[in-house]
C-alpha cells in the first residue's frame, strides 16, 4: 500500500489569504505530481518534480509555486487565493524507472474552497 | 503524448464482464498502455499496465491488438464497488519525461 499524505483534507479560507497544501510520502521516491481535478472533470497536472531541487510547470497553468527541499516532501503554496482556486487538489509520487511499471501513487486529495 | 478517446460513461449489472475499450491512434513505439480507476473524492488508483498482447492481475485483463491502436481493460463480475471512473493513458517510459495526461475516463455505473 502506498504511503503518501495530504493535509488538510478539506480547507476553506477567504479570499486573499497564503495557503500551503502539504504533501509527503514515505516511499523514498524521486517524482512527485501535483494535479487539479474539478468535481466531475478530469484531472491536470499543474506541477511536477524529478528530484530534491527540480520542479517544473505542467500542462495547465497555475498561479500555484511549489518547492523540493527534501525527497520525500512536495509543498503547494497560493499566495493569494481566489475563489478560482477552488478545487481539489492531488498529489501523487512514482519511482519509476526503479518499478517495472509506471505508477502513480496518489494521496487522498485536498479539497479547497475559497469564499 | 498520445491523446486517448474513452466512452463517457458505461452501466452494467453485478456479476456481469465489462469491457472498455480505448482508442490511442497516435500511440508511439515506446508509449505504454495504463488504466487507473478513480472514486469520487478520491485519488487515481493503478489497475493494469501494459505494452501488447494481453496482461492479466488479480483484479483486471488488458487486451492490446497487434497494431496498439486500441486496448480493452476488462473487468470480470463487476460488483457495485466497482463503480467508479476508469482512465486510460498512454506514456513513455523512456523519454524520461514521466508525465501522463488524464482524459475525462470513462464512468462505469455497477447496477444491482
Known amino acids: 500500500e502506498a504511503d503518501i499524505y495530504q493535509t488538510p483534507r478539506y480547507l476553506v479560507i477567504g479570499t486573499g489569504k497564503k495557503i500551503t497544501l502539504e504533501c509527503s510520502q514515505t516511499m523514498g521516491h524521486d517524482k512527485m505530481y501535483w494535479y487539479q481535478q474539478d468535481p466531475g472533470m478530469e484531472l491536470h497536472l499543474i506541477h511536477y518534480s524529478y528530484g530534491v531541487n527540480s520542479t517544473e510547470k505542467g500542462d495547465l497553468s497555475s498561479e500555484s509555486t511549489v518547492s523540493r527541499i527534501r525527497t520525500e516532501h512536495f509543498p503547494l503554496t497560493l499566495e493569494s487565493a481566489r475563489p478560482s482556486h477552488t478545487s481539489q487538489y492531488l498529489c501523487?509520487?512514482?519511482?519509476?524507472?526503479?518499478?517495472?511499471?509506471?505508477?502513480?501513487?496518489f494521496g487522498p486529495g485536498t479539497r479547497l474552497t475559497v469564499t | 503524448l498520445a491523446k486517448t478517446t474513452q466512452p463517457i460513461s458505461m452501466d452494467s449489472y453485478e456479476g456481469q464482464e465489462v469491457n472498455i475499450t480505448c482508442s490511442h491512434n497516435?500511440?508511439?513505439?515506446?508509449?505504454?498502455i495504463t488504466w487507473y480507476q478513480q472514486f469520487p473524492s478520491q485519488g487515481p488508483r493503478f489497475i493494469i499496465q501494459g505494452y501488447k498482447t494481453k496482461v492479466t492481475n488479480e483484479v483486471a485483463s488488458l487486451f492490446i491488438p497487434a497494431d496498439r491502436k486500441s486496448s480493452t481493460l476488462s473487468l470480470p463480475r463487476v460488483s457495485l464497488s466497482d463503480t467508479a471512473v476508469y482512465y486510460c493513458?498512454?506514456?513513455?517510459?523512456?523519454?524520461?519525461?514521466?508525465?501522463?495526461?488524464f482524459g475525462t475516463g470513462t464512468r462505469l455505473k455497477v447496477l444491482a
Open positions: 493513458l498512454v506514456g513513455d517510459k523512456t523519454s524520461g519525461t514521466y508525465k501522463y495526461i
Open positions: 497516435n500511440i508511439a513505439t515506446n508509449d505504454y
Open positions: 501523487a509520487s512514482s519511482d519509476w524507472p526503479r518499478e517495472a511499471t509506471y505508477e502513480q501513487y
